[in-house]
């Protein structure tokens, strides 16, 4: 939407991804079968009743990647960082701010033909209605759970006196365009102090959007099965434009 672009992964590697996730421990790097299968570069495997590999030292590899045009990496590149990039200020994109976050989740567990389109559709729908709101599409990602998007008022850029009304009514245009699709949707709103920048190194590196208060999103989201729902600094901030009702208090893990 907007010529801005998202490259994104789906099928059965994520699905195995899960089950190996749960099957490690922390400090673990572990395989699924069908990875172990196709591994070439480790030479020794530490067999697991949970049907995963662990790998054994050694055998690691150093990625490669062929030169690419520039013009055609910017329409996947956020607005709000291209700018400074442009204008040589990308040594100053770390900063804490006040953000009211939108958390969305598309629950999936098919990965065919007809899903990965409508999954597809729920990408543009997403964007499209951030960007109607004056918001920032930080990350859209697929995981074992579904897809995820994660979306900010607040940060450099898309700043505005009510962005926490801005948030929550994105949220409810989400919730209702993803919903008309047919598939199940789950949206969060959460406002208060995040932390902005360059996540990673000189040679690869993305802009992120860390702190609690995505977190209480996420968690929000993941506890609202029929509707989006907010914190109360969300309502608080946005109550001079919207009127909220008041749900049974969540327990948040």
Known sequence: AENRWRFLLAGDPLVQMGRAKAACAAGDVVLSPEATAIQRAATERVERPE??????????ATPTADATDETALRAYIADEVLRRVDAGQAAWLAEFRRASIVFVVVPTASFDAPTLRLLRD???????RVHALGGSLNQVVMDDTGL?????????DHTHEDDARRAMQAADDVHAAIGALGLAVRAG???GRVWCGACGNERRARYAIVGDTVNRAARIALA????ARCDDRTREDAARW??????EPLRLK
């Open 189 to 191: 709103v959460a406002t």
């Open 242 to 247: 919207l009127d909220f009702e008041s749900d």
């Open 122 to 128: 729920a990408v543009r729908l997403g964007q499209e």
């Open 148 to 156: 995820v998007l994660l979306a900010a008022w607040g940060v450099p």
């Open 224 to 227: 609202s099965p029929t509707q």
């Open 51 to 60: 049907a995963v590999h662990e790998l054994a030292d050694g055998g690691t």
